[in-house]
């Protein structure tokens, strides 16, 4: 997955959660793709502190989302896309060119993925559809 830390590192920046659990599944699905090999390419060169600044934007993210649900605004309002387009920008920073199109595929995945549901779901019941929501809402408007 183009991890280069030590097993104390990848501790400290991911916790219990093995970034390469799913290795082989990913590259069984993208290995193929550009987005995998750009994603590869640039976080074979992070350093911890590089993975720390990407987990913590990514949190700040799915914190924003959540109090946006929780403030009930609807996936529709300006605060909501907004976090859409903060996610898509994010994931083209550290990871990939990722367009609309691209991010509205994986808004599918985080809700037709029992694992990504979950890691959504757990810090708000509904927070993945929400999400998917939003990020539909966001790419519509951006057509």
Not at 62 to 79: K, N, T, V, Y
């Amino acid at each position: 997955m183009g991890i280069n830390l030590n097993p104390e590192e990848i501790f400290e920046v991911f916790g219990e959660h093995d970034p390469g659990r799913h290795a082989v599944e990913t590259e069984q699905r993208w290995g193929d793709t550009e987005a995998y090999a750009e994603s590869n390419r640039r976080t074979s060169r992070y350093t911890k502190e590089d993975w720390l600044q990407a987990r913590a934007e990514a949190e700040a993210i799915e914190r924003e989302f959540a109090a946006c649900q929780a403030e009930g605004l609807p996936p529709e309002s300006q605060a909501a896309k907004a976090a859409a387009e903060r996610h898509r920008m994010s994931i083209t920073r550290w990871y990939y060119p990722c367009p609309h199109e691209m991010q509205v595929g994986l808004a599918e995945m985080y809700v037709a993925d029992p694992r990504f549901a979950a890691h959504y779901d757990d810090r708000a019941p509904g927070l993945a559809q929400y999400v998917h929501d939003a990020i539909l809402a966001n790419a519509v408007d951006a057509v």
